[in-house]
C-alpha cells in the first residue's frame, strides 16, 4: 500500500510539472473580467426583480 501511494505522489509531481500556469498578469485580467460579468449579471437580474416587483405592486397588490 505504501508503494502505490509513493507511485502516486511522484506521478502527481510530474504532471504538475506540465501544467502551463498562468502568469500574474494574466490571472488578475481573468479575476477581473469573472469580477465584472458577475456583477453585469447581478445588476441585470436585480433590474428585472425591481421591475417584476414594481409591476406586482402597482397592478396585483
Known sequence: MLNRIKTFLK??????KKVNWPTRQETLRYTLIVIG????V?????????IFTALLTKFIL
Not at 506521478?11 to 504538475?16: G, K, S, T
Open 11 to 16: 506521478e502527481v509531481r510530474l504532471e504538475i
Open 37 to 40: 460579468v458577475s456583477v453585469a
Open 42 to 50: 447581478a445588476s441585470f437580474l436585480g433590474g428585472l426583480d425591481f
